[in-house]
């Protein structure tokens, strides 16, 4: 089946640690961004990568950091720095072809900070 | 900076009526929406993506209209059932980044 994965589903962090985030897309999709949703928010675009080995910082990057070292994978470092990590964290992917395409979303990682 | 504002938050209908949901936006430069939905701890479903040079899109009950000159989009769901009801989202798409509103979050009453 062609589809994106994320993992862990949950995740607990304590205070100072760094945690990563999965996300794995087996759609050949050259595009990839990783999402936060907070309750009664629209989603906020934390990084995105259009091709390998190069990403952009969205909206809200601070205390985030990435790496695209392969087409089919796209981890999410959540750093001690991001003041208020505990979110719904979800990643997607696209095509890239002549203008913006359609985004296709993994089933998400809820991380809670204890 | 493109802003997407969904009203209202939150819709309940009785079963067998038929849902429209708003989404408005205040640039006109995009490049498509997009409608998902979204259930309780999951993730985002696409529905239907409207191209900028489209005026609607239809698929099954889900019927989707783009206004870009008033800066709307409305999607319509014909006949609703129970197990429609979940958060309806719209995001619309500048430079490769899409905008989402907060959602409409909709229950079909049995």
Known sequence: DGGITQSPKYLFRKEGQNVTLSCEQNLNHDAMYWYRQDPGQGLRLIYYSQIVNDFQKGDIAEGYSVSREKKESFPLTVTSAQKNPTAFYLCASSIVSGGFNEQFFGPGTRLTVL | KQEVTQIPAALSVPEGENLVLNCSFTDSAIYNLQWFRQDPGKGLTSLLLIQSSQREQTSGRLNA??????????????????????????????????????????????
């Open chain 2, 65 to 110: 209209s783009l206004d870009k000159s008033s800066g709307r989009s409305t999607l319509y769901i014909a006949a609703s059932q129970p197990g429609d009801s979940a958060t309806y989202l719209c995001a619309g798409a500048n430079d490769y980044k899409l905008s989402f509103g907060a959602g409409t979050t909709v229950t079909v009453r049995a």
